[in-house]
T-cell receptor
Framework: EAGVAQSPRYKIIEKRQSVAFWCNPI?????LYWYQQILGQGPKLLIQ????????DSQLPKDRFSAERLKGVDSTLKIQPAKLEDSAVYLC????????????FGQGTRLTVV | SQKIEQNSEALNIQEGKTATLTCNYT??????LQWYRQDPGRGPVFLLL?????KEKRKERLKVTFDTTLKQSLFHITASQPADSATYLC????????????FGQGTTLQVKP
């Protein structure tokens, strides 16, 4: 089966610009996660969707970050405006159930804000 | 606040030995715990899941223990190989129905031939 697809793989932007990341989860997976991974750290959960509803977004900086999941399938994560500290890898993951099962990760998008 | 701690220093071992990685947590009651492997430039890959009512889980050369009293999980790789060199992440699954997965910072394992 196809894995989690993310694009772009790399992105370089200037601070205060906006950027968007796209994720296509594994077919049939109802749960979708967006994580931020800063170099040398573990992934930090930004937002979790169950179908097209938000289950948890407690660590999403809502003044600059937004995410949506259209029709319970693809998802986009947007940053506007970007700050230097947003430089990180943004990982998308999906799982077949809400809880108690493995998450499948995409390769991530490496964002550099200069 | 919830905290997950893994060995911050890299673990260097000789090929053929057993590698043991530690995951400690505080202020949390996970329903399950997972271990992932992450190679440079790649997303994490799932290895094992162990539930709160299980003491030990094995898969090939991998073994995971889960002690909810000590709030600790140990991850063992027996007969380690240079190909096992990677960063290993533990993740806690919430006891609620949200399935929120919280990750530790990871431990880098280097297996020398």
């Amino acid at each position: 089966e196809a894995g989690v697809a993310q694009s772009p793989r790399y992105k370089i932007i200037e601070k205060r610009q906006s950027v968007a990341f796209w994720c296509n989860p594994i077919s049939g997976h109802a749960t979708l996660y967006w994580y931020q991974q800063i170099l040398g750290q573990g992934p930090k959960l930004l937002i979790q969707f169950q179908n097209n509803g938000v289950v948890d977004d407690s660590q999403l900086p809502k003044d600059r970050f937004s995410a949506e999941r259209l029709k319970g399938v693809d998802s986009t994560l947007k940053i506007q405006p970007a700050k230097l500290e947003d430089s990180a890898v943004y990982l998308c993951a999906s799982s077949s159930k809400t809880t108690g099962t493995e998450a499948f990760f995409g390769q991530g998008t490496r964002l550099t804000v200069v | 606040s919830q905290k997950i701690e893994q060995n911050s220093e890299a673990l260097n071992i000789q090929e053929g030995k057993t590698a043991t990685l530690t995951c400690n947590y505080t202020n949390y009651s996970p329903a399950y715990l997972q271990w992932y492997r992450q190679d440079p430039g790649r997303g994490p890959v799932f290895l094992l899941l162990i539930r709160e009512n299980e003491k030990e889980k094995r898969k090939e050369r991998l073994k995971v223990t889960f002690d909810t009293t000590l709030k600790q999980s140990l991850f063992h790789i027996t007969a380690s190989q240079p190909a096992d060199s990677a960063t290993y992440l533990c993740a806690l699954g919430g006891s609620s129905n949200t399935g929120k997965l919280i990750f530790g910072q990871g431990t880098t394992l280097q297996v020398k031939p």
